[in-house]
């Protein structure tokens, strides 16, 4: 209860694009550090964008150039947006929270997660 919640996962064109969505019920996005992480069926959970309070972003690089995360803290919504989609991109996507400024890709330094949508991209 009162965790973020993702919306927008669905499948997929390759080459296509898809939006992921996160709203926090509970938390006021603007005094968090927010980001997407993805785990792919039968590997680890991985970071794949963040983005601090004030806007700084940081990027998996093999995402780099096609996915762009940004947040509107007056709707308390973090967003992903998925283009030139890559069936490698198959995943449940979590959106994820920490409370202070730097960006990490370490899992265990997040503090708050949703429960995931699943993104499929078929080949």
């Known amino acids: 209860q009162g965790l973020p919640m993702e919306s927008g996962g669905g499948t997929g064109q390759e080459e296509g694009s898809l939006t992921l969505s996160c709203v926090l019920l509970?938390?006021?996005?603007?005094?968090?550090?927010a980001g997407w992480f993805g785990q792919a069926l039968g590997k680890e959970i991985e970071f794949v964008a963040g983005?601090?309070?004030?806007?700084?972003?940081d990027y998996l690089d093999s995402v780099k150039d096609r996915f762009t995360i940004s947040r509107d803290d007056r709707k308390n919504t973090l967003s992903l947006q998925m283009d030139r989609l890559k069936p490698e991109a198959t995943a449940v996507y979590y959106c994820a929270l920490r409370p202070n400024s730097d960006l990490t890709r370490v899992r265990s330094e997040w503090t708050y997660w949703g429960q995931g949508t699943q993104v499929t991209v078929p080949s």
């Open positions: 509970k938390h006021t996005l603007s005094t968090w550090t």
């Open positions: 983005i601090t309070w004030r806007g700084r972003t």
